[in-house]
T-cell receptor, first 115, second 112 residues
């Protein structure tokens, strides 16, 4: 196990609703990243938070937003849910060391289904 | 950001050595090469990371030629539990905002 936890495990929402997914990073890590993984595809980078500020964003609309808290836990919020938002949402934590290579530890994911 | 190309699928048998090669022709000077393993409905798991030459850990070896335009993940004596999707990633984790670029991955099927 990586020490990264996510909640809830599964979630069902209807189109237009809002959802909040939560992640608890591995102890000592200062960075958290979120990914969306559609069925049969590789994970797609949504954004990363470093020391409570957004530090890089992928090709996702503004209705995808996030927060990182002082204890390095994090939230992913998605507004105005669409059917295509149905996916496995992954959280990954890491310790940025400034050396150019660092390992990201992934949580088990939250399976979101939008009806 | 360097793009990677790897085989979509591979088959093997228990006890064999499996080599998965990844092409990354546009790799930059500061880029590292990282491999992840993913089982269905689970998050990817870090396998190995390298910059050049050869890296070995308890589960795999990573071979990187001098020009760094490709890399080969070697899994010794695979078992049924190694059936998974393997992703090759290239990037400078600190300077690109930690954005891991996952491709399609290689779906490895290990048969008895």
């Amino acid at each position: 196990e990586t020490g990264v936890t996510q909640s809830p495990t599964h979630l069902i929402k209807t189109r237009g609703q809002q959802v909040t997914l939560r992640c608890s990073s591995q102890s000592g890590h200062n960075t958290v990243s979120w990914y969306q993984q559609a069925l049969g595809q590789g994970p797609q980078f949504i954004f990363q938070y470093y020391r409570e500020e957004e530090n890089g964003r992928g090709n996702f609309p503004p209705r995808f937003s996030g927060l990182q808290f002082p204890n390095y836990s994090s939230e992913l919020n998605v507004n105005a849910l669409e059917l295509d938002d149905s996916a496995l949402y992954l959280c990954a934590s890491s310790l940025v060391r400034g050396t150019g290579g660092n390992e990201q530890f992934f949580g088990p994911g939250t399976r979101l289904t939008v009806l | 950001l360097a793009k990677t190309t790897q085989p979509i699928s591979m088959d093997s048998y228990e006890g064999q050595e499996v080599n998965i090669t990844c092409s990354h022709n546009n790799i930059a000077t500061n880029d590292y090469i990282t491999w992840y393993q993913q089982f269905p409905s689970q998050g990817p798991r870090f396998i190995i990371q390298g910059y050049k030459t050869k890296v070995t850990n308890e589960v795999a070896s990573l071979f990187i030629p001098a020009d760094r335009k490709s890399s080969t993940l070697s899994l010794p004596r695979v078992s049924l539990s190694d059936t998974a999707v393997y992703y090759c990633l290239v990037g400078d984790m600190d300077n690109q905002g930690g954005k891991l670029i996952f491709g399609q991955g290689t779906e490895l099927s290990v048969k008895p």
